[in-house]
């Protein structure tokens, strides 16, 4: 079995003299200490559909992820850990025939089978993935399996993010609970599971992703019945779209890093740790506001 996770994770105060003379004060959440294999939000989403999985008798998971996907990575190594078969459903197929990366040689030595699809369809099987027949297709192909879309998100990985909140004392009004946002799951949970008068901010990583403020009102309407008016996105700091780093963004991150050791992963985390500070520099965030930024992952183990 896999080794348990150190959960809670730990809440950590950061004295930042730019968040102070703004009169806001930051708090780490550190989820990307959880776990060593299936780190941060990864270990909350996937739990409880792992638990699932088991419980109705599948044997299989299916996931679906690009090259270097935390998820894909996350998914072999709990399958693997719980006995499970896992398939790897990976965006592009000219990867087929190249050299593995480090991420997916890293899921191969979990055990996880590898089918490359084309960029058009592996679109197209997502958008249509609660269809019967795009189910009936992949139970052909790879036999009864439970299937986990892109990201892991879904009610059950909501629910499971959502979890975090009750480690987090004292929140009300005055607090904004802030995460990355891929495809929204974590920060359907958390906005869920927020008591009244705080809330909760989603930074996107990818640009021209609006459609993500449907994707979370649409988790929050099939787990929890009802909307939820306490979230927000902030689309204008994904740094020119997922997997981008540019230079302004790096030199935020490695200033952060030297001022508080802190190690800070790019494509998420230095993203929504930069739009907290810019939209405290710039008197965004009112004066006395208490943030708390959930650290969902640790920097990529392998440059």
């Known amino acids: 079995m896999i080794v348990p996770a150190a ?12 968040l102070e003379r703004a009169g806001v004060e930051l708090r780490l959440k550190r989820d990307d200490l959880i776990h060593p294999l299936v780190p941060g939000n990864k270990w909350r989403k996937l739990t409880p559909n792992l638990r699932a999985a088991v419980e109705q008798g599948h044997t299989r998971l299916l996931a679906f992820g690009g090259a270097y996907s935390n998820h894909i990575r996350a998914v072999a190594a ?9 398939v790897g459903v990976i965006r592009g197929d ?13 899921a191969e030595r979990h055990g996880m089978e590898l089918a490359f699809m084309d960029r058009a369809g592996y679109r197209e099987t997502l958008r249509t993935l609660d269809d ?3 189910l009936r297709g992949l139970t052909e192909r790879w036999g009864r399996c439970w299937v986990l879309p892109e990201g892991g998100t879904n009610v059950l990985a909501a629910r ?13 009004a005055g607090d904004l609970v802030c995460c990355a946002v891929g495809t929204g799951g974590t920060l359907a949970g958390i906005a869920a599971g927020l008591p009244d008068g705080a809330r ?6 990818l ?9 979370v009102a649409g988790v929050h309407r099939r787990g929890w019945g009802r909307a939820f008016g306490n979230w927000r996105i902030d689309h204008a700091h994904h740094g020119g779209g997922y997997g981008r780093v540019p230079a302004g963004l790096e030199a935020f991150a490695a200033a952060f890093e030297e001022r508080h050791g802190v190690a800070v992963e790019r494509r998420y985390v230095a993203k929504m740790l930069r739009c907290v500070y810019e939209l405290a520099g710039s008197g965004a965030l009112p004066y006395g506001t208490r943030v708390t930024a959930v650290i969902t992952g640790p920097p990529d183990p392998v440059a």
């Open 207 to 215: 640009k021209g992703a609006g459609y993500l403020d449907d994707e």
């Open 200 to 205: 909760a901010l989603g930074v996107a990583v």
């Open 78 to 86: 709990a399958g693997a850990a719980h006995g499970l078969a896992t």
């Open 132 to 134: 019967p027949a795009t």
């Open 94 to 106: 000219e990867l087929a025939d190249a050299p593995r990366n480090w991420s997916l040689a890293r």
């Open 7 to 18: 959960l809670p994770s730990p809440l950590t105060p950061l004295a930042d003299p730019v």
């Open 160 to 172: 499971g993010a959502a979890e975090l909140v009750a480690e987090i004392p004292g929140l009300g």
